[in-house]
């Protein structure tokens, strides 16, 4: 009689220890976000997806991820004494390395990656002064390295996040020299795993 109620209380603990919710270990996530640069254009947008590689490691995560980001925006320009309005539209595209940890409801994370940019310039009211670009577009794609570091909250299913990256593009054509090429960005964002 007493195995017995040994047994009952054993499997009604293993019961209610099985109904309550238990953290699975995500293989995928995916995220989106709203980015803050200093450097024309200014705001914008993006999308991540993150997959996990190693995934036998307790507390250190490490994994892969694909991100692309998309900024737009029209400003008054000048260019020696020239001015004029151009439309700005800059996106980029990359992968990276990603390592964190698992610090209870928080997860700290860098990065290290590379990626491709292309930005496109359209000139509207040009003016036929010296020094003002001979041509109403022009576009261009280059080359970046990024390193980031951020991160989220764990604790919540949809998981809000915070990162500071920097990207460094070397390499654009003289002509789109009134555009800046390397800029620190600031993402908040959520992401969702599954």
């Known amino acids: 009689m007493k195995l017995k109620k040994i047994l009952l209380a054993f499997a009604t603990f ?10 699975s270990v995500a293989q995928t996530s995916f ?11 200014t705001k914008g947008y993006g999308a991540r ?10 507390v ?13 925006d029209k400003n008054n320009l000048t260019t020696d004494g020239a001015e004029y309005s ?8 990359g992968l990276a390395a990603v390592g964190g ?3 209870g409801p928080i997860a700290p994370y860098v ?15 040009l003016q036929n002064a010296p020094g003002a670009p001979s041509d109403q577009s022009s576009k261009d794609s280059s080359i970046y390295w990024n390193g980031f570091v951020g991160a989220k909250i764990t604790a919540l299913p949809i998981q809000p996040f915070v990162e500071y990256r920097l990207k460094e593009i070397s390499n654009y054509k003289d002509e789109l020299s009134d ?13 969702i795993e599954f």
């Open 179 to 191: 555009i800046q090429n390397s800029d620190g960005r600031m993402i908040f964002g959520v992401a």
């Open 60 to 72: 250190v995560q490490l994994s892969l991820r694909a991100h692309f980001s998309y900024f737009n």
């Open 86 to 93: 151009a439309d700005i539209t800059n996106y980029d595209y």
């Open 49 to 58: 997806i993150e997959s996990r590689i190693f995934k036998g490691l307790p």
């Open 14 to 23: 293993a019961f209610v220890l099985s109904a309550l919710p238990q953290k």
């Open 101 to 103: 940890v698992e610090i």
């Open 111 to 125: 990065g290290l990656g590379l990626g491709a940019s292309t930005l496109d310039v359209t000139r509207e009211d």
């Open 31 to 41: 995220g989106a976000s709203y980015e803050i640069r200093e450097k024309d254009p």
